[in-house]
Each structure stands twice: as C-alpha cells, then as structure tokens.
C-alpha cells in the first residue's frame, strides 16, 4: 500500500511540473490578451474622440457658412444696398478655408498656417461699422430684420464653431489664427447686424429689466 502511495505521488509531482508552465503561459497568455483588448479599446475611444472634435468642427464652419450666407441673401432682396454683403462673400471664402484645414487634419500631419491679415481685415471692418453706429445700449435683443437676425443666428454659430475648434488648436493640430478669426468674426457678425438693421430701418430692440417695465 505504501508503495502505491509512494508512486502516485510521483506521478502527481511530475504532471505538477510539467503543467505548471503551461498553466502559468496560459494565464500570461490571459493577461496580454486582456492588456491588449484594453489598449485597442482605448486607441478605439481615442480615434472615435478625435473624430468626433473633428466632425464637430467641420460641422459647425460649415453651419456658420450657409447662415452667413442666408444673412447675404436676405441683404439683397431689399431695396437699399447693405455695404457689408461683399465682405459676408469674403467670409465665407475664408471660413471654406478653415473647414478645409480641418478635413486635412486626418491625411495629414502638417499645419496648415492662417493669415493673420485676415484677422487684421476684420478689425478694419469692425471699426469702420462701428463709427457709423450709435454705442449700443445694454442689451440688443436680437431682431431687427431679417438681414439683421439672420447675422445674429450667424453670430452665434460663430461662437459654437469657436469652441468647436479649441480642442485641435490646443493639441496642435489646427493653426490658433484660426481661433483668432472665428473670435473676432463673431463681434463683426454683431456688428453688421445693427447695421443690417439701420439700412432697413429697423429699431433696435432693448433688453429692458422687470423692474423697469412694471414702474412704466
């Protein structure tokens, strides 16, 4: 009997050995896959991140565009002849500009630069309008036309595409000039559009406070 014992311990400490490396591969094996899966998974939510920002940022330019161009129709159809609707058509040529930079943005690595004239251009113009216009008291309320509310819808688009751009220009993908452009443009969009609205001869609709209204 003890003899017995004696080979079956053998045997057992044999298999033991011989099944202990396959046994730890197989884990190793395990644990590689499971670290591989969750890289893939994370370089998977990374790309779809990034596509996503980029999407986005195609989107909204896009979106900017056709309003600014909505605005520019609108400016025609009146009888008096809005200044600012070449300048709009110059937008949007600038504003196709960008959009293209952020579709490249996948095929290449390289960063497309932006004109700082183009920023400059736009400080011209605001500051032309804007020495045409009375100071602009409290709030406008949007309005005014609509040539001059299409602008305003316009403008704050601008500001979606703005932000929508922030990521790529501070991971280095996209030129900070173009950040630049979308911010002043949107304050040249506020800009024409009280001037839309003076060539039409619109008032101008002030924000007036609660308290206000119920003393009147």
Excluded at 24 to 39: G, H
Excluded at 143 to 167: D, M, N
Aim: hydrophobic share 35%; proline share 4%.
């Amino acid at each position: 009997m003890e003899l017995i014992k004696h080979s079956w311990r053998r045997y057992l400490l044999v298999y033991n050995s011989h099944l202990s490396p396959l046994v730890r591969q197989r884990a190793e094996s395990k644990i590689i896959q499971k670290a591989f899966v969750s890289n893939s998974s994370e370089k998977k939510s990374d790309k779809l991140t990034d596509d996503d920002v980029i999407f986005n940022a195609i989107g909204a330019t896009d979106e900017l565009s056709s309003y600014i161009g909505l605005a520019r129709e609108f400016a025609c159809e009146t009888t008096v002849q809005h200044p600012y609707v070449d300048k709009l058509k110059r937008v949007q040529m600038i504003l196709f500009d960008i959009n293209n930079a952020i579709t490249r943005i996948q095929k290449s690595s390289k960063i497309n630069s932006f004109k700082t004239k183009h920023t400059q251009d736009l400080e011209e113009w605001i500051t032309e309008y804007a020495n045409q216009l009375p100071p602009p008291e409290d709030y406008i309320i949007p309005g005014g036309g609509k040539a001059s509310a299409s602008l305003h819808v316009a403008r704050t688009i601008c500001k979606r595409a703005e932000r929508s751009i922030t990521p790529l220009v501070y991971n280095g993908f996209l030129d900070k000039e173009a950040q630049n452009y979308l911010h002043r443009l949107s304050e040249f969009l506020f800009t024409v559009s009280r001037i839309a609205a003076k060539c039409d001869q619109r008032t101008e609709s002030i924000y007036i406070p609660p308290a206000e209204v119920q003393d009147k």
